[in-house]
């Protein structure tokens, strides 16, 4: 069973920075790739970025999104999400999401995904 776990959320200024990690597991092959999404409250989901497993390439389909950086580690089954200059606006809950069905590239729509983890809170205060 594939599971997907989100970490690294909390409380902090804005300006500040954070790292969220997306531990994931039961995969049985490299061909899958993790996106992370956020919904703020009363707003829609809104997909970040995405990575894939397989060769590391990228994809973020907003350019405004630029202060993320997504990146993983294979070997600790693990993707990042880097959050600098964070802002007040950047408040929402963070998820993580594999696509390993399809999986044929990264995809910006989360009906693309099968796994998704629970969240993790983003809170950023002025």
């Known amino acids: 069973e594939v599971q997907v776990v989100e970490s690294g959320g909390g409380l902090v200024q804005a300006g500040g920075s954070l790292r969220l990690s997306c531990t994931v597991s039961g995969f049985t092959s490299d061909d899958y790739f993790i996106g992370w999404f956020r919904q703020a409250p009363g707003m829609e989901r809104e997909m970040i970025s995405c990575i894939s497993r397989s060769d590391g390439t990228t994809f973020s389909p907003d350019p405004k999104m630029a202060r993320f950086t997504i990146s993983s580690d294979n070997a600790r089954n693990t993707v990042f999400l880097q959050i600098n200059n964070l802002e007040p606006e950047d408040t929402a809950v963070y998820y993580c999401?594999?696509?390993?069905?399809?999986?044929?590239?990264?995809?910006?729509?989360?009906?693309?995904?099968?796994?998704w983890g629970k969240g993790t809170q983003v809170t950023v205060s002025s």
């Open positions: 999401a594999a696509d390993y069905v399809r999986a044929y590239y990264c995809s910006r729509y989360g009906s693309s995904y099968d796994a």
